[in-house]
C-alpha cells in the first residue's frame, strides 16, 4: 500500500512565523500535491510538483512556496503565516495518473 | 470560480436504501471524473472514476454516471451500509493529473 506521511497531525502557531509542512511517500511516485481543505471551500490545490526541483503553481499559491529536494518528500512553506491560513492541509501523490494518494493531513491553526 | 460544484452539503440515508450524491460542473474540457471518499481524521481516498467517453462506470455497490450534455455526474450506493458514512467529493480534471475538487457532500447512513 502506498503510504503519505504528514510529519504533524495538529500544528500551532503564531501569525508572522514561517512554518515549515513536511510530506513523505515510499512508492517512488513522480508527482505530489499539497491542497488545503476549508468547510464550503472543498479541497484548494496550492502547489504541485512533476519531479524533484520541478514545481507549478496550483489554484491559491499566494503566500505559500514549496521545495522539492528529494522524490520522496515535498515541503509546504507559509513564508510569513497568517490567520486565513489556518486550514487543514492535504498533500498527496500520484504515479502519474489521477489516483492521488493522500496524507492524513495536518491541521494547521494560526493564532 | 467553482468549476466543480455540489450543492448539497449533506445528506441522510436509511441503511439498506440507495444513496445519491450529484455533482455539477462548468468547464466542458473536463474529460475525466473521480469521486473520492473522506473519513474524520483520514485523507480523502479515491473510490471510483470514470471518462468522458462513457456514461456509466460500476464497481461492486458503487456505479457513477455521466451526463455531459447537462455537465452532471452522480454516484449511486446500493445498498447503502453504516460504513458509507463520510464526506464524498468528486473531482474532475483534463488530459493532466491537476484535479478540481468540490466542495464535498456529508453522507450520513442511518442504522
Known amino acids: 500500500d502506498v503510504k503519505v506521511t504528514q510529519s504533524s497531525r495538529y500544528l500551532v502557531k503564531r501569525t508572522g512565523e514561517k512554518v515549515f509542512l513536511e510530506c513523505v511517500q515510499d512508492?517512488?511516485?513522480?508527482?505530489m500535491f499539497w491542497y488545503r481543505q476549508d468547510p464550503g471551500l472543498g479541497l484548494r490545490l496550492i502547489y504541485f510538483s512533476y519531479d524533484v526541483k520541478m514545481k507549478e503553481k496550483g489554484d491559491i499559491p499566494e503566500g505559500y512556496s514549496v521545495s522539492r529536494e528529494k522524490k520522496e518528500r515535498f515541503s509546504l512553506i507559509l513564508e510569513s503565516a497568517s490567520t486565513n491560513q489556518t486550514s487543514m492541509y492535504l498533500c498527496a501523490s500520484s504515479l502519474g495518473d489521477e489516483k492521488l494518494f493522500f496524507g492524513s493531513g495536518t491541521q494547521l491553526s494560526v493564532l | 470560480d467553482q468549476q466543480v460544484k455540489q450543492n448539497s452539503p449533506s445528506l441522510s440515508v436509511q441503511e439498506g436504501r440507495i444513496s445519491i450524491l450529484n455533482c455539477d460542473y462548468t468547464?466542458?474540457?473536463?474529460?475525466?471524473f473521480l469521486w473520492y471518499k473522506k473519513y474524520p481524521a483520514e485523507g480523502p481516498t479515491f473510490l471510483i472514476s470514470i471518462s468522458s467517453i462513457k456514461d456509466k462506470n460500476e464497481d461492486g455497490r458503487f456505479t457513477v454516471f455521466l451526463n455531459k450534455s447537462a455537465k452532471h455526474l452522480s454516484l449511486h450506493i446500493v445498498p447503502s451500509q453504516p460504513g458509507d458514512s463520510a464526506v464524498y467529493f468528486c473531482a474532475a480534471n483534463f488530459g493532466n493529473e491537476k484535479l478540481t475538487f468540490g466542495t464535498g457532500t456529508r453522507l450520513t447512513i442511518i442504522p
Open positions: 468547464n466542458s474540457m473536463f474529460d475525466y
Open positions: 512508492m517512488d511516485h513522480e508527482n
